[in-house]
């Protein structure tokens, strides 16, 4: 089995549960871990997978509680770093069907500073970048195009999901998109959301956008569309895989809970760039990563409504 190097923030969400999604209107925030590519450490790690987190907290107790919960989820954290900066704080509100929005408080995240060492691992292995605060200037972003690189050259399965957030990018789009398409140009995985897809393509039809994203050079594509499926289109196929009918609490983590899912399945594989030729496994391994997604969205908090192997695949029968 490859190990997954899961690259990007680790941060609190301070959710605002059953209170609507107006932020200004809540009162009482519950504490939970989050951060895109911790979670997807986690739904690797909590399915049987390795998985390693490269990422920076505070020293504070909110640093201190979040390195404990990889630690409890069994994801590596020799990798992580602490930074005299506080923790990132993420207030995130619910509306009743689930959706989310975020008001980001940076700090630490923004610290990680490039280690030479990390890049004999990723040799043979995975490595995944998840992009929510990681393009916004800095040392991480320093770091992140740096691990890129590296992951490149030790010829490392590559995963990239943008993660985009509205209050870390107003104004700013262009930018955005334009700093995410290196990452899409060289990667074998791209997961999106359909906002995502339609903002990076500059395209509203779904099928054309995943055209254009392939134009770039992205080899698998991803989109997840809530409660009808995943689109997966690759240069030979596009089909929608459909998923499970569940009543969403809370839909953060779906997305990061799908490719953790689906991460894990490609790292049981000899070679895991053989899934580029398979479509047969490929739609196995969605459709199985679908039920992941859903599952994480009947309870709150994205870390602790991650599935196991055998609550996924119970689902599937």
Request: aromatic residues 8%; hydrophobic residues 40%.
């Amino acid at each position: 089995m490859k190990t997954i190097y899961c690259i990007g923030e680790l941060l609190i969400d301070f959710v605002a549960e059953k209170q609507g999604n107006d932020l200004s209107k809540a009162d009482v925030f519950t504490k939970k871990a989050g951060g895109a590519p911790a979670n997807v450490a986690c739904a690797i790690s909590k399915l049987g997978g390795n998985s390693r987190f490269i990422g920076c907290v505070g020293r504070d107790p909110f640093g201190t509680f979040l390195l404990n919960i990889l630690e409890e989820n069994k994801v590596d954290i020799s990798l992580a770093q602490r930074s005299k900066h506080f923790t990132t704080l993420a207030f995130v509100s619910l509306a009743e069907d689930g959706e989310r929005d975020f008001v980001f408080s940076r700090g630490a995240d923004k610290k990680l500073t490039y280690d030479s060492g990390v890049k004999n691992g990723f040799n043979g292995n995975m490595v995944h970048f998840g992009a929510a605060t990681a393009l916004l200037g800095g040392n991480l972003e320093d770091a992140y195009n740096r691990y890129f690189f590296d992951a490149l050259t030790k010829e490392s399965f590559i995963s990239f999901d943008p993660n985009f957030r509205g209050d870390l990018w107003k104004g700013k789009e262009e930018i955005f998109v334009k700093k995410c398409r290196s990452f899409i140009e060289k990667s074998h995985l791209c997961k999106f959301s359909m906002e995502e897809v339609q903002l990076l393509s500059g395209e509203k039809d779904i099928e054309k956008a995943c055209e254009l994203m392939h134009d770039l050079g992205a080899q698998i594509i991803t989109v997840t569309l809530g409660g009808e499926g995943t689109l997966v289109s690759t240069p030979n196929l596009k089909t929608t895989v459909p998923s499970i009918h569940v009543k969403p609490v809370d839909t953060t983590g779906a997305g990061d809970a799908f490719i953790g899912c689906l991460l894990y399945q490609i790292s049981t594989l000899s070679k895991p760039v053989v899934i580029l030729e398979d479509s047969d496994q490929l739609l196995d391994m969605i459709k199985k990563a679908n039920v992941a997604g859903a599952v994480t969205t009947t309870n709150y908090g994205a870390i602790p409504s991650l599935p196991t192997l055998d609550e996924v695949e119970n689902r599937l029968i």
